[in-house]
């Protein structure tokens, strides 16, 4: 006990001293808080000092906060989870604070998103956001559909004030606003463009301005990445833009726009992405030969009418370099393609991931398009969506009882989604546990597998589980139920992925 308080609790409470006694114990107890107060706030400081975050010098540090707070751009010019920011960086602690506002290079990446009509103050959060940037190269990515004309003309007057310093900007705004944007012509370093619009119904091109400054090769020499909602109705002026192109994404495009942008830029192009590929109606009177893209390594086509412009597409293009592949037929044309036997057996040394969707109704169609894919020697990872007749085709080849020998000697990843049937079935459940457990030497053992369906039954899975219990495989099970699984898989077995939707499937609804 201190000696100070000591002497003063001996003094005698009927003392005339009395109320100095109190007095001395009041601001003996508020001393004696503030300095536990200093006390904890010091533990607190060593324990932050001996952390291991404490102890990397700033210029790691600055590389962190880059990683977590600059994005990174798909194809389409979208974002992946980006949440983190400068500012709540600087929240952390004085330190943290002080790094990031001193690092110009960390707000040289600005992202907006919003969903309402007005944003108050846009326009300075924007000014002052590009100010702390210094010099450095900029990247913007504007989504901001519902913004009124103010807003968007007060964002779009602003890029083109920075022009000169923009790297990478990506617009996700209403269709008027675009115009403004394209008029002017000084992007010296842009690299990389995306103009996305509102889901609305669109002509068959899409008339932006008649100037396109923009598009320009000497104003803009490094353009390498470019997506547009759809054709462009004045891009016969501007081919010399797409000469040094490696990424070209496209929302909406018929098949006879995708092959003029293919050979524009067949010398530089090394990823196209049609996220909704239309047949054709219209013809301008050319003869379009074939075209060998030695250097496309990526491709994808999605169809939304019909196959029949997948299906002139594919016969007009060779791609000898291919290494990952996406195609979508559309669910309710079920007629074959002729041109894909002749486009996959170009890929049968380079193709190592193929995504496809096919909803085929009778077996024989099936088999058809299955066998047009199965003599990729080269493939990795098959991402497989479909009806039950090309699920069935597919499990069937790749099982032990195949009939022509192993397919997809290399395959490691293999995922499934099928709709309209039951999983697992006795086919399906050979074939992953021939797959996982390397019995065969012809072919590497599965890694990874993912499994997305409908409708399942108790009975099914319990035998699924007994099939695959000593198997060293990643199994990841997703279904459209809010029922527990746990008691079926052990967690080093399967992952569980609930997703909204039906409830299982009873033993009864199987039988039926």
């Given at each position: 006990?201190?000696?100070?308080?000591?002497?003063?609790?001996?003094?005698?409470?009927?003392?005339?001293?009395?109320?100095?006694?109190?007095?001395?114990?009041?601001?003996?107890?508020?001393?004696?808080?503030?300095?536990?107060?200093?006390?904890?706030?010091?533990?607190?400081?060593?324990?932050?000092?001996?952390?291991?975050?404490?102890?990397?010098?700033?210029?790691?540090?600055?590389?962190?906060?880059?990683?977590?707070?600059?994005?990174?751009?798909?194809?389409?010019?979208?974002?992946?989870?980006?949440?983190?920011?400068?500012?709540?960086?600087?929240?952390?602690?004085?330190?943290?604070?002080?790094?990031?506002?001193?690092?110009?290079?960390?707000?040289?990446?600005?992202?907006?998103?919003?969903?309402?009509?007005?944003?108050?103050?846009?326009?300075?959060?924007?000014?002052?956001?590009?100010?702390?940037?210094?010099?450095?190269?900029?990247?913007?990515?504007?989504?901001?559909?519902?913004?009124?004309?103010?807003?968007?003309?007060?964002?779009?007057?602003?890029?083109?004030?920075?022009?000169?310093?923009?790297?990478?900007?990506?617009?996700?705004?209403?269709?008027?606003?675009?115009?403004?944007?394209?008029?002017?012509?000084?992007?010296?370093?842009?690299?990389?463009?995306?103009?996305?619009?509102?889901?609305?119904?669109?002509?068959?091109?899409?008339?932006?301005?008649?100037?396109?400054?923009?598009?320009?090769?000497?104003?803009?020499?490094?353009?390498?990445?470019?997506?547009?909602?759809?054709y462009v109705k004045y891009f016969h002026i501007w081919p010399s833009a797409l000469r040094s192109l490696t990424t070209f994404s496209v929302d909406y495009i018929y098949d006879d726009q995708a092959y003029h942008i293919l050979r524009f830029t067949s010398s530089s192009l090394q990823e196209f992405v049609a996220q909704k590929l239309m047949s054709g109606e219209y013809s301008d009177g050319e003869e379009?030969?074939?075209?060998?893209?030695?250097?496309?390594?990526?491709?994808?086509?999605?169809?939304?009418?019909?196959?029949?412009?997948?299906?002139?597409?594919?016969?007009?293009?060779?791609?000898?370099?291919?290494?990952?592949?996406?195609?979508?037929?559309?669910?309710?044309?079920?007629?074959?393609?002729?041109?894909?036997?002749?486009?996959?057996?170009?890929?049968?040394?380079?193709?190592?991931?193929?995504?496809?969707?096919?909803?085929?109704?009778?077996?024989?169609?099936?088999?058809?398009?299955?066998?047009?894919?199965?003599?990729?020697?080269?493939?990795?990872?098959?991402?497989?969506?479909?009806?039950?007749?090309?699920?069935?085709?597919?499990?069937?080849?790749?099982?032990?009882?195949?009939?022509?020998?192993?397919?997809?000697?290399?395959?490691?990843?293999?995922?499934?989604?099928?709709?309209?049937?039951?999983?697992?079935?006795?086919?399906?459940?050979?074939?992953?546990?021939?797959?996982?457990?390397?019995?065969?030497?012809?072919?590497?053992?599965?890694?990874?597998?993912?499994?997305?369906?409908?409708?399942?039954?108790?009975?099914?899975?319990?035998?699924?589980?007994?099939?695959?219990?000593?198997?060293?495989?990643?199994?990841?099970?997703?279904?459209?139920?809010?029922?527990?699984?746990?008691?079926?898989?052990?967690?080093?077995?399967?992952?569980?992925?609930?997703?909204?939707?039906?409830?299982?499937?009873?033993?009864?609804?199987?039988?039926?």
């Amino acid at each position: 006990m201190p000696l100070e308080l000591h002497q003063t609790i001996q003094i005698p409470l009927d003392s005339p001293n009395r109320r100095d006694t109190r007095l001395r114990l009041e601001q003996f107890i508020i001393d004696m808080e503030k300095e536990m107060r200093q006390t904890i706030l010091e533990a607190k400081t060593s324990i932050n000092v001996c952390a291991s975050i404490s102890t990397l010098p700033p210029e790691l540090i600055t590389e962190i906060f880059i990683l977590a707070c600059h994005p990174e751009y798909d194809a389409t010019g979208g974002l992946g989870n980006q949440e983190m920011c400068p500012l709540r960086l600087g929240a952390v602690c004085k330190a943290w604070r002080d790094l990031a506002w001193s690092f110009r290079q960390l707000w040289s990446s600005i992202v907006f998103v919003s969903r309402y009509r007005s944003t108050f103050d846009l326009e300075d959060v924007l000014d002052s956001w590009i100010s702390r940037s210094g010099n450095h190269p900029l990247s913007i990515h504007i989504d901001a559909p519902c913004l009124i004309s103010s807003c968007a003309e007060s964002i779009i007057g602003i890029l083109i004030s920075t022009a000169s310093r923009c790297k990478n900007v990506s617009l996700h705004l209403w269709r008027g606003h675009f115009p403004h944007f394209v008029n002017c012509d000084r992007w010296p370093i842009l690299q990389q463009l995306s103009f996305k619009m509102p889901d609305l119904p669109m002509p068959r091109e899409w008339d932006i301005g008649k100037s396109l400054a923009i598009f320009r090769s000497s104003n803009m020499p490094q353009i390498k990445h470019l997506h547009l909602p759809q054709y462009v109705k004045y891009f016969h002026i501007w081919p010399s833009a797409l000469r040094s192109l490696t990424t070209f994404s496209v929302d909406y495009i018929y098949d006879d726009q995708a092959y003029h942008i293919l050979r524009f830029t067949s010398s530089s192009l090394q990823e196209f992405v049609a996220q909704k590929l239309m047949s054709g109606e219209y013809s301008d009177g050319e003869e379009h030969r074939t075209l060998i893209l030695s250097i496309l390594r990526s491709l994808v086509l999605k169809s939304i009418d019909c196959n029949a412009g997948l299906k002139k597409l594919l016969s007009k293009i060779i791609t000898p370099s291919m290494k990952e592949l996406t195609i979508g037929l559309h669910d309710y044309d079920h007629s074959p393609i002729p041109s894909m036997p002749d486009f996959m057996s170009n890929l049968s040394r380079s193709l190592q991931r193929l995504h496809i969707t096919c909803f085929q109704d009778s077996l024989g169609d099936g088999k058809s398009l299955i066998s047009c894919i199965l003599n990729v020697k080269s493939l990795l990872e098959l991402n497989f969506t479909g009806g039950q007749q090309s699920y069935k085709a597919l499990v069937d080849s790749l099982g032990p009882a195949a009939s022509s020998g192993e397919h997809f000697p290399l395959l490691e990843i293999f995922t499934i989604t099928v709709k309209m049937c039951f999983l697992p079935d006795e086919g399906l459940q050979e074939m992953l546990v021939y797959r996982c457990s390397g019995v065969s030497t012809t072919c590497v053992r599965l890694k990874t597998v993912h499994i997305t369906t409908s409708r399942c039954c108790w009975k099914g899975m319990n035998v699924l589980r007994k099939a695959l219990a000593d198997s060293k495989s990643e199994i990841t099970f997703a279904t459209v139920n809010h029922c527990c699984l746990s008691q079926f898989f052990p967690p080093f077995l399967i992952q569980l992925i609930w997703l909204a939707g039906e409830d299982w499937a009873s033993d009864s609804d199987e039988e039926s």
